[in-house]
Nanobody, 116 residues
């Protein structure tokens, strides 16, 4: 069974950066196609933050993170990344990764808190 493990979250001040990682075990992200990062803030629904195609060439971002976040993947390492720069308090959420189509069972996510 595929398992997703997200790491790299933490408490940072506005303007700082974090790099999230999502390691997939029990399956291959190369065979998973489009991979995505999502986030869920308290009391809100989960939203799509970014996705990346299998070959890593095409990406898509939520408007509010464009120019600040960068999604990437290393198919050989079975890992998807989310580089987050210029973080804002409104980026505070639990961040998850998953396959964009036909999601796997969700992992526990990683908490990102942006606060001064």
């Amino acid at each position: 069974q595929v398992q997703l493990v997200e790491t790299g979250g933490g408490l940072v001040q506005p303007g700082e950066s974090l790099r999230l990682s999502c390691t997939v075990s029990g399956g291959s992200i190369r065979g998973s196609g489009v991979m995505a990062w999502y986030r869920q803030a308290p009391g809100q629904e989960r939203e799509l933050v970014a996705f990346i195609t299998r070959d890593g060439i095409n990406t898509h971002y939520l408007d509010s993170v464009k120019g600040r976040f960068t999604i990437s993947r290393d198919n050989d390492k079975n890992t998807v990344y989310l580089q987050m720069n210029s973080l804002k308090p409104e980026d505070t959420a639990v961040y998850y990764c998953n396959r964009y189509v036909a999601p796997y069972p969700w992992g526990q996510g990683t908490q990102v808190t942006v606060s001064s």
